[in-house]
């Protein structure tokens, strides 16, 4: 208990070391948990960008210079939409469509508007107009919305419904004037579908209620993506696409997905420039090319990867010096003291209280060092990310464990030689 | 009361073996003041050390009361018989004056209170009144400084008192009474005082003069 009450008298009038070591260990405790916020902060960031900034992969001819009317094929398109992908036979562990995310498809067939009980006249469906299928609205320039072309949706719908599979269409507001309505004022469409590139007698019937219009005098309807696939099914019997973009699920996986894409089609950079993946295994020669625009999220994420890398190979050397520090300091410390430890080892004080006494005070002195840094930290950023407790207590223990290694070696010197040094 | 029985102690330098202590056989009494003189490296602070239970003899026995000190706890040994002064005085730089007298008592367990009592009346016997007690060591004079190391020295339950050049720092006046304190602690208080020095005027004082020369002592 003495050797208690020894430590805390001694800390009380030695107070000016005691503050240097206490703030010697809260500077570095302070110091790793600055460092570990920075790391991780700057982790988080590239994983919002990896998650939130878009990557968009478009379809076009091989040159890059045409992204619609391009008549993907069945085996294209159901890549995209099919649960499962298989390559040379061998199911993918991870299916092509896991890598993607909005999904833009778009079709167009022929129709021609058929009254009620009207026979259809199957010569004029293919020099009729346009039924254009797609999943979002963007994906056909004329009506695309940020060229100011105003839809107006009737009920409570809106640009979703691509995204449905309900029988239901916009038209062109001209259009709209002139088509016949119902008593209670809805209008729906009977139209005969086919496609102009295949045989004249083939056509499915599909009714559509009009929903919404858009500004002009086109004759085209659009309609939501699921119709115009069913109907491409029925009057075809496969399913093929104008244009085809998306973007990318999971950005941390593109590089992985580049080399999926790679089986299917050539590459048109950014640039314009067609490079050649490595030839496809299955294609003796590509029939499209897809740009990846990842040029934005390369030189964001390059540039936060380069700080953390930098960060990264910091971290361990600071946590070394951190240590060593710590190790030092209790070095320091103890040596300061040897001459009083050889007096209480001279007066009969047994070795184990001499080491007790030294370890009461630099425990506590660096626990106290600690806590504040840690208080500090929480008052600073409240703690929104956790202090690296593994590089704090590496650094407390180095420090107790330093300090309790000098004092043994410090306690098991001849006390007559470390006495007699003064003089 | 304290013996030496022909001890030797020997340490190796990078070239050979050295006798520090060379076969020295003594028997030291209590009540009596005993000057240890010879030149530099002639062992006397050697033969200190084992008188002290600080170090062990290579050959040979340091009896206490007839007990060999490697069959003690030496630590027990130097808290309770034997007490150590030194030139450089060796206090305790951060307690107080009166706390450094209480620290052999309070490694004794003897309570606060009792043991500022006791610490009070050994420092007031060496001359230092209560204008000491709350001083911190640097605040005092040498001289003083040694006092106080001798009231520490008093404090502990020792009947031996062993004194490394304990005017080594000390003015003509100090050293003078560091002697009278010393001699008057031997023959009245019948402590065995065992001082090794230079200084001729302790010499002069002593009882015996035991004169080391290569390790072995010239008793005169």
Same mark, same amino acid.
């Given at each position: 208990?003495?050797?208690?009450?020894?430590?805390?008298?001694?800390?009380?009038?030695?107070?000016?070391?005691?503050?240097?070591?206490?703030? @010697?260990?809260?500077?570095?405790? =302070?110091?790793?948990? =600055?460092?570990?916020?920075?790391?991780?902060?700057?982790?988080?960031?590239?994983?919002?960008?990896?998650?939130?900034?878009?990557?968009?992969?478009?379809?076009? +001819?091989?040159?890059?210079?045409?992204?619609? +009317?391009? +008549?993907?094929?069945?085996?294209?398109?159901?890549? !995209?939409?099919?649960?499962?992908?298989?390559?040379?036979?061998?199911?993918?562990?991870?299916?092509?469509?896991?890598?993607?995310?909005? @999904?833009?498809?778009?079709?167009?067939?022929?129709?021609? =508007?058929?009254?009620?009980?009207?026979?259809?006249?199957?010569?004029?469906?293919?020099?009729?107009?346009?039924?254009?299928?797609?999943?979002?609205?963007?994906? /056909?320039?004329?009506?695309?919305?940020?060229?100011?072309?105003?839809?107006?949706?009737?009920?409570?719908?809106?640009?979703?419904?691509?995204?449905?599979?309900?029988?239901?269409?916009?038209?062109?507001?001209?259009?709209?004037?002139?088509?016949?309505?119902?008593?209670?004022?809805?209008?729906?469409?009977?139209?005969?579908?086919?496609?102009?590139?295949?045989?004249?007698?083939?056509?499915?019937?599909?009714?559509?209620?009009?929903?919404?219009?858009?500004?002009?005098?086109?004759?085209?309807?659009?309609?939501?993506?699921?119709?115009?696939?069913?109907?491409?099914?029925?009057?075809?019997?496969? @399913?093929?696409?104008?244009?085809?973009? !998306?973007?990318?699920?999971?950005?941390?996986?593109?590089?992985?997905?580049?080399?999926?894409?790679?089986?299917?089609?050539?590459?048109? /950079?950014?640039?314009?420039?067609?490079?050649?993946?490595?030839?496809?295994?299955?294609?003796?020669?590509?029939?499209?090319?897809?740009?990846?625009?990842?040029?934005?999220?390369?030189?964001?994420?390059?540039?936060?990867? /380069?700080?953390?890398?930098?960060?990264?190979? @910091?971290?361990?050397?600071?946590?070394?010096?951190?240590?060593?520090?710590?190790?030092?300091?209790?070095?320091?410390?103890?040596?300061?003291?040897?001459?009083?430890?050889?007096?209480?080892?001279?007066?009969?004080?047994?070795?184990?209280?001499?080491?007790?006494?030294?370890?009461?005070?630099?425990?506590?002195?660096?626990?106290?060092?600690?806590?504040?840094?840690?208080?500090?930290?929480?008052?600073?950023?409240? !703690?929104?990310?956790?202090?690296?407790?593994?590089?704090?207590?590496?650094?407390?223990?180095?420090?107790?464990?330093?300090?309790?290694?000098?004092?043994?070696?410090?306690?098991?010197?001849?006390?007559?030689?470390?006495?007699?040094?003064?003089? | 009361?304290? #013996?030496?029985?022909?001890?030797?102690?020997?340490?190796?330098?990078?070239?050979?073996?050295?006798?520090?202590?060379?076969?020295?056989?003594?028997?030291?009494?209590?009540?009596?003041?005993?000057?240890?003189?010879?030149?530099?490296?002639?062992?006397?602070?050697?033969?200190?050390?084992?008188?002290?239970?600080?170090?062990? &003899?290579?050959?040979?026995?340091?009896?206490?009361?007839?007990?060999?000190?490697?069959?003690?706890?030496?630590?027990?040994?130097?808290?309770?018989?034997?007490?150590?002064?030194?030139?450089?005085?060796?206090?305790?730089?951060?307690?107080?004056?009166?706390?450094?007298?209480?620290?052999?008592?309070?490694?004794?367990?003897?309570?606060?209170?009792?043991?500022?009592?006791?610490?009070?009346?050994?420092?007031?016997?060496?001359?230092?009144?209560?204008?000491?007690?709350?001083?911190? &060591? #640097?605040?005092?004079?040498?001289?003083?400084?040694?006092?106080?190391?001798?009231?520490?020295?008093?404090?502990?339950?020792?009947?031996?008192?062993?004194?490394?050049? &304990?005017?080594?720092?000390?003015?003509?006046?100090?050293?003078?009474?560091?002697?009278?304190?010393?001699?008057?602690?031997?023959?009245?208080?019948?402590?065995?005082?065992?001082?090794?020095?230079?200084?001729?005027?302790?010499?002069?004082?002593?009882?015996?003069?035991?004169?080391?020369?290569?390790?072995?002592?010239?008793?005169?």
């Amino acid at each position: 208990m003495y050797i208690i009450a020894y430590a805390i008298n001694r800390m009380k009038r030695g107070i000016k070391g005691c503050i240097a070591l206490t703030i @010697l260990s809260l500077s570095l405790v =302070l110091f790793l948990c =600055l460092l570990n916020d920075t790391i991780v902060k700057k982790e988080r960031r590239l994983n919002e960008i990896y998650k939130n900034l878009d990557v968009e992969c478009v379809v076009s +001819n091989l040159r890059g210079t045409q992204t619609d +009317n391009l +008549n993907i094929k069945d085996y294209i398109v159901s890549l !995209f939409l099919s649960d499962e992908s298989t390559f040379l036979g061998i199911k993918d562990e991870i299916p092509f469509s896991s890598y993607i995310k909005d @999904l833009k498809l778009k079709l167009t067939l022929k129709y021609e =508007l058929l009254l009620e009980g009207q026979e259809v006249l199957i010569s004029a469906i293919f020099s009729a107009s346009n039924l254009i299928g797609q999943t979002h609205l963007s994906t /056909d320039n004329k009506v695309l919305q940020e060229s100011n072309v105003v839809i107006t949706y009737f009920e409570n719908y809106t640009d979703s419904l691509f995204l449905s599979d309900e029988s239901v269409c916009i038209v062109s507001a001209d259009q709209y004037q002139t088509l016949p309505k119902d008593n209670e004022g809805y209008c729906y469409l009977r139209l005969a579908v086919g496609d102009s590139g295949y045989s004249e007698d083939v056509f499915a019937e599909q009714r559509l209620k009009v929903v919404g219009t858009y500004e002009g005098d086109s004759r085209n309807i659009y309609c939501p993506w699921e119709i115009i696939k069913a109907l491409s099914v029925r009057i075809m019997g496969m @399913l093929h696409a104008d244009s085809l973009s !998306f973007s990318i699920k999971d950005n941390r996986q593109l590089d992985t997905f580049k080399e999926l894409l790679a089986r299917y089609f050539t590459y048109v /950079d950014i640039t314009g420039t067609v490079k050649d993946y490595t030839a496809s295994d299955i294609l003796t020669s590509y029939e499209y090319a897809i740009t990846v625009y990842d040029g934005v999220l390369n030189k964001t994420v390059s540039r936060i990867k /380069d700080n953390i890398d930098v960060l990264e190979i @910091l971290r361990p050397i600071i946590i070394m010096i951190s240590l060593l520090i710590g190790f030092l300091a209790s070095f320091l410390f103890v040596r300061n003291r040897k001459q009083e430890f050889a007096v209480m080892r001279s007066l009969g004080t047994k070795k184990g209280m001499v080491f007790g006494e030294a370890f009461i005070e630099q425990f506590f002195l660096g626990i106290i060092g600690t806590a504040i840094g840690l208080i500090a930290y929480y008052v600073w950023y409240h !703690f929104e990310i956790m202090p690296p407790w593994g590089s704090i207590i590496a650094f407390l223990l180095c420090y107790i464990i330093g300090s309790s290694i000098f004092v043994s070696l410090i306690v098991n010197v001849k006390v007559m030689a470390i006495l007699k040094e003064k003089e | 009361m304290l #013996s030496l029985q022909n001890v030797i102690y020997t340490y190796r330098n990078k070239y050979q073996t050295i006798y520090a202590v060379n076969n020295i056989t003594y028997n030291f009494k209590s009540g009596k003041l005993y000057a240890i003189i010879g030149k530099s490296g002639s062992g006397k602070t050697t033969l200190l050390s084992l008188l002290a239970g600080l170090d062990l &003899p290579t050959q040979g026995k340091v009896l206490y009361e007839d007990k060999p000190t490697q069959t003690m706890d030496c630590d027990l040994y130097r808290k309770n018989k034997v007490t150590v002064i030194y030139q450089s005085y060796n206090l305790f730089p951060f307690l107080t004056i009166l706390e450094n007298v209480m620290y052999p008592l309070r490694l004794n367990k003897v309570s606060k209170k009792e043991a500022a009592e006791v610490a009070m009346k050994k420092l007031k016997s060496v001359g230092l009144d209560e204008q000491y007690f709350k001083r911190l &060591p #640097s605040m005092l004079s040498g001289g003083e400084q040694q006092r106080v190391a001798i009231a520490r020295a008093l404090a502990s339950k020792a009947d031996v008192i062993l004194a490394d050049e &304990p005017t080594g720092n000390l003015d003509s006046e100090n050293s003078k009474n560091i002697i009278g304190i010393l001699k008057r602690l031997a023959h009245e208080n019948n402590y065995c005082v065992i001082v090794v020095t230079h200084d001729l005027t302790i010499s002069e004082e002593a009882d015996v003069i035991i004169r080391m020369v290569d390790g072995k002592i010239q008793t005169e």
